[in-house]
C-alpha cells in the first residue's frame, strides 16, 4: 500500500514533442505528490508537485494531471528540449510532519535534438 | 542560493569497515533526511531527523545505522560494519518545515568491496 507504480521505465521524445510519465498509488492518506528531476551525478531536484485538492497545476512547460478518484497522476512536459533529458521520479508522502517520500522507480528522458 | 552538500562525494570502503557520511543542510532548515539509492532502483526512504532524535525509520536503517547531528551544521550518517548491499547512492535532504519542500544534496556514493 505504500508502493507508487512509475510507467514508463524509458522515454524517448523528438525534440518539441510532448513527454508524458504516468503514476498512481494505493494509499488514500497520500496528499502531496511531487515529481523530481535527476540529472546524472546530481541530487534530485524538485520540478513541480501538487495536492489532491486540484486537477491539474501547470509551471511552464511542466504540468501535473492528477486524478484523485484514479488514485494516478502523470508529469506532461510540454515542447520537450534536449535539456529535458534526465530521470524523473514521482513521489508521494501523507499527512504528518515526518514527511518521508516513497518513491516510484524512475523514467528515463531522452529527448531527441 | 543556498543549498544542500555532502562529502565525500565517493567513498570506498572494505566490508566490515565503519563509514560517516556527511551532510551540511540548508542553514535554517529543522527537518533532515536520509536516503539510498542502490544503482538502477528507486530511492529509498532510510530515516527522518528532527529536534535532535529521529522522527522516522525504515526497516533498512538496523542497528548497523545511526544518524546524529553533532554541531548545529552537520548531520551525518554512521553505517558501523558495511556490508556489500549497503553499496548505493546516499542523499541527504531537509526541508524547513515537516511538510516543506526537501531539497536534496548531490549525494554519496559508497562502494563496499
Known amino acids: 500500500q505504500q508502493q507508487v507504480k512509475q510507467s514508463p521505465q524509458s522515454l524517448i521524445v523528438q525534440k518539441g514533442g510532448i513527454s508524458i510519465i504516468n503514476c498512481a498509488y494505493e494509499n488514500t492518506a497520500f496528499d502531496y505528490f511531487p515529481w523530481y528531476q535527476q540529472f546524472p551525478g546530481k541530487g534530485p531536484a524538485l520540478l513541480i508537485a501538487i495536492r489532491p485538492d486540484v486537477s491539474e497545476k501547470k509551471e511552464g512547460r511542466f504540468t501535473i494531471s492528477f486524478n484523485k478518484s484514479a488514485k494516478q497522476f502523470s508529469l506532461h512536459i510540454m515542447d520537450s528540449q534536449p535539456g529535458d533529458s534526465a530521470t524523473y521520479f514521482c513521489?508521494?508522502?501523507?499527512?504528518?510532519?515526518?514527511?518521508?517520500?516513497?518513491w516510484g522507480l524512475g523514467t528515463s528522458l531522452a529527448v531527441n535534438p | 542560493e543556498p543549498e544542500v552538500t555532502q562529502t565525500p562525494s565517493h567513498q570506498v570502503t572494505q566490508m566490515g569497515q565503519e563509514v560517516i557520511l556527511r551532510c551540511v543542510p540548508i542553514s535554517n532548515h529543522l527537518y533532515f533526511y536520509w536516503y539510498r539509492q542502490i544503482l538502477g532502483q528507486k530511492v529509498e526512504f532510510l530515516v527522518s531527523f528532527y529536534n535532535n532524535e529521529i522522527s522516522e525509520k525504515s526497516e533498512i536503517f538496523d542497528d548497523q545505522f545511526s544518524v546524529e547531528r553533532p554541531d548545529g551544521s552537520n548531520f551525518t550518517l554512521k553505517i558501523r560494519s558495511t556490508k556489500l548491499e549497503d553499496s548505493a547512492m546516499y542523499f541527504c535532504a531537509s526541508s524547513e518545515w515537516g511538510a516543506g519542500e526537501q531539497f536534496f544534496g548531490p549525494g554519496t556514493r559508497l562502494t563496499v568491496l
Open positions: 513521489a508521494a508522502t501523507d499527512a504528518g510532519n515526518n514527511r518521508k517520500l516513497i
